[in-house]
């Protein structure tokens, strides 16, 4: 991995169409979804082997992103972009299987997510919100 010096050079440029184009491109949670539930259930009834594999998946990834960004702290380099990618999609694997799992749907847990962020930081991120946990009760 080449340490880079031109930042400029790593931003996406922006079309007019883009979000016409993303439609058409990406494939929607929903196919997502299916698609990973033919790949992470092994054909097995041992839905708490397989839960514990997601888990561990998720867990194994996130460690893999750390390892990324202490390499690039420890060498004074920017994240390599590629790696970064792939451990975010096998992440996204992992995270998409746990919640077919328990019976949630990405939109589900998106939903879910933002809500308590609103809850969390109702004016934007803080310092002082984020000590404060106003979704966290008591």
């Known amino acids: 991995m080449d340490a880079r010096t ?9 079309d007019s169409r883009e979000p016409i184009i993303l439609l058409e491109k990406y494939m929607q949670n929903k196919d997502y979804e299916e698609y990973v539930k033919k790949l992470a259930i092994h054909g097995t009834s041992d ?12 867990v194994t990834e996130a460690g893999e992103l750390a390892d990324a960004a202490k390499h690039a702290v420890g060498y004074n380099m920017f994240l390599d972009e590629d790696n970064v990618k792939e451990e975010l999609g096998d ?27 609103d809850k969390r930081y109702p004016k934007g991120w803080s310092q002082r919100a984020a000590i404060d946990r106003k979704d966290k009760t008591e």
Do not use: C, Q
Not at 6 to 14: I, L
Not at 47 to 58: A, E, F, S, V
């Open 6 to 14: 031109d930042t400029d050079a790593r931003r996406p440029t922006r």
């Open 47 to 58: 839905i708490d082997g397989n839960i514990l594999h997601m888990i561990l998946g998720i």
């Open 91 to 117: 992440t996204l694997f992992y995270v998409t299987g746990l919640a077919g799992l328990m019976g949630l749907t990405l939109e589900e847990v998106m939903e879910l997510n933002k809500s308590k962020l």
